[in-house]
């Protein structure tokens, strides 16, 4: 009944609620106990959710991903787990612009900030064109998630079993 996204923040609204605002040591650890399935969703979101307002965001929440263990490789991950190769592609362009913008400069990714893109008309052309077509691919993201929600229901919802007897 719910929405794609809908779909998917419901999904990952308890786990979300559970490590917001803890020690990365405490959001590892609820990442380990997650299925494949609900690690995939929630790596996906992390990018996906912060991502999403603005090409400025995109570029940070990007280049702060690249810069903490784990991140990048498990966003990655989710993307192939979920077959999403468009976004892929797109995350992957970032990865290059971020190198070349950032990197090959001797900047370290922890420096990136809005002010990159007041400063480099180019790449802020590129990061424009990333985030249209990030946005582009949202509609058809956000439903290639809710199918695979819907089609392995039991991977993130757990069916209580019905009562024998209603009296109570």
């Given at each position: 009944?719910?929405?794609d996204?809908?779909?998917?923040?419901?999904?990952?609204?308890?786990i979300?609620?559970?490590?917001r605002?803890?020690?990365?040591?405490v959001?590892?650890?609820?990442?380990?106990?997650?299925?494949p399935?609900?690690?995939?969703l929630f790596?996906?979101?992390?990018?996906?959710?912060?991502?999403?307002?603005s090409?400025?965001?995109?570029?940070?929440?990007?280049?702060?991903?690249?810069?903490?263990p784990g991140?990048?490789?498990?966003v990655?991950?989710?993307l192939?787990?979920?077959?999403?190769?468009?976004?892929?592609?797109?995350?992957e362009?970032?990865?290059?612009?971020?190198?070349?913008h950032?990197?090959q400069?001797?900047?370290?990714?922890?420096?990136?900030?809005?002010?990159?893109?007041?400063?480099q008309?180019?790449l802020?052309?590129?990061?424009?064109?990333c985030y249209?077509?990030?946005?582009?691919e949202?509609p058809?993201?956000?439903?290639?998630?809710?199918?695979?929600?819907?089609?392995?229901?039991?991977d993130?919802?757990?069916?209580?079993?019905?009562?024998?007897?209603?009296?109570?």
């Amino acid at each position: 009944m719910l929405g794609d996204d809908e779909l998917r923040q419901a999904c990952m609204g308890p786990i979300v609620e559970q490590i917001r605002g803890k020690s990365p040591a405490v959001k590892s650890q609820a990442l380990a106990e997650l299925n494949p399935s609900q690690q995939a969703l929630f790596m996906y979101g992390v990018w996906f959710d912060h991502a999403k307002q603005s090409p400025m965001e995109l570029y940070c929440w990007t280049a702060q991903m690249l810069s903490q263990p784990g991140y990048w490789e498990g966003v990655t991950k989710a993307l192939k787990y979920f077959e999403n190769e468009a976004m892929s592609v797109i995350l992957e362009e970032l990865r290059v612009l971020l190198d070349i913008h950032v990197l090959q400069k001797g900047r370290d990714l922890s420096e990136v900030t809005f002010k990159d893109l007041e400063q480099q008309e180019d790449l802020n052309e590129q990061v424009q064109e990333c985030y249209r077509s990030f946005q582009a691919e949202v509609p058809c993201s956000m439903h290639r998630l809710a199918q695979y929600i819907r089609a392995n229901a039991e991977d993130f919802i757990t069916f209580l079993p019905e009562a024998e007897n209603r009296n109570d």
